[in-house]
């Protein structure tokens, strides 16, 4: 079995909409594109790690047409890499609508979103989830993912849609590597899902120390 990864980006108030430009996602939001003064060679570095060795690409609707509109020109370009990659592997869209599947190498999910991700991931080594906010809360709804890569940076824009907008469930996770930050100030965090659902516990307890009795 393979793994489901998703890559976020995301403001410290965990705003992760329409990080990379401002056509990307431009209903009611004025700050599309805040990534990109924000971008340096660090945190560059490790979003090209995190890509190392995904051999398919899980997209919702509106980032799958993003990708298809962008990546199939790109190669001999800057961006040569990453769009070899995007371009050779499976491309798998979340979609209640009829896409136009244009891309060479795409295919529509079914209606059973749960179903269609764990056959992929029984198909598939590594399956990257990139932007696709809506598609990332039913996976954190059913938690389905086995990797979570959240870069966090140094702004808040108080409005935009959430990382975390109503999918999401109690769930314990695990840091799989220490954090680690760019010049420029965003944070890399490594998160791989745990078993278990989150414990409590009382910081007041007479051996801890931080009670406030006598």
């Known amino acids: 079995m393979g793994l489901i990864h998703i890559a976020l980006f995301a403001t410290l108030d965990l705003v992760g909409q329409a990080p990379g430009g401002p ?28 890509y190392e060795g ?10 799958y047409d ?35 599947l244009s891309w060479a190498g795409s295919v529509q999910l079914g209606p059973d979103l749960a179903g269609s991700v764990r056959e992929i991931r029984d198909r598939h080594e590594h399956v990257k989830v990139v932007g ?18 959240l870069w966090v940076h140094p702004i808040v824009l108080g409005v ?17 590597e220490p954090p680690a930050a760019g010049p420029k100030g965003a944070v890399h965090l490594r998160y791989g899902l745990a ?11 007479p051996d801890r120390g931080l009670g406030g009795g006598a």
């Open 66 to 100: 993003i990708f298809a509109s962008y990546w199939p020109h790109q190669e001999g370009g800057e961006d040569d890499e990453f769009a070899r990659l995007f371009n050779r592997i499976p491309k798998y869209v979340a979609s209640r609508g009829r896409p136009g």
């Open 23 to 50: 056509d990307e996602d431009p209903d009611g939001f004025p700050f599309g594109g805040w990534q990109a003064p924000l971008l340096d060679e660090v945190s560059g570095a490790q979003i090209a790690a995190a």
């Open 195 to 205: 078993e278990g659902t989150p414990a409590t516990g009382d910081m007041s307890a």
């Open 54 to 63: 995904t051999d398919a690409l899980l997209l919702g609707r509106r980032t």
């Open 160 to 176: 935009g849609k959430k990382v975390f907008d109503g999918g999401e469930v109690p769930t314990n996770l695990t840091l799989l």
């Open 132 to 149: 696709s906010l809506d598609l990332v809360q039913s996976l954190l709804r059913e938690k389905l993912f086995d990797r979570l890569d």
